[in-house]
């Protein structure tokens, strides 16, 4: 059975993970290399195959976390695990098309006012852990 790992990368990096079965969001908040680390026990502890990134090659500003995100998509490259990405581009536009209703995914859905926001299942997701989600979907064909 496939265990599958997707990763919204960034600043705060996105992750949604599933094994057909379960499904689990998670979100790291630290520098590339911490960020790495973590993803790599992640693989090795629930013994994930596939592993999908959001792809850029975009650095807004040129800015130094422009370069270590950079660092930290290569260094996904190198787990030795099958490596897959989507372009930054199709998440963006999915992103849109899902909060001004243009497109429906059954699972998620956008609650206004506070406490709200993106929702999966009914349970409060961050936009990153969104976006990991979307990479997953555009990978497996799924939209």
Known sequence: MDKIISVDPGGKTGLYFTDGKTEEFLEINKGWKETHRDIKEL???K????LIFEDTNYIHKKTKDGLNLFRLLGALECL???VNSVNVLKVKEMTKKLLKGIIQIKEIEYKVGRGNGWMFKDKRISIHQLEAFLVYLIWNKKV
């Open 43 to 45: 693989v090795k502890e």
């Open 47 to 50: 013994g994930i195959n596939t």
């Open 80 to 82: 030795e695990v099958e």
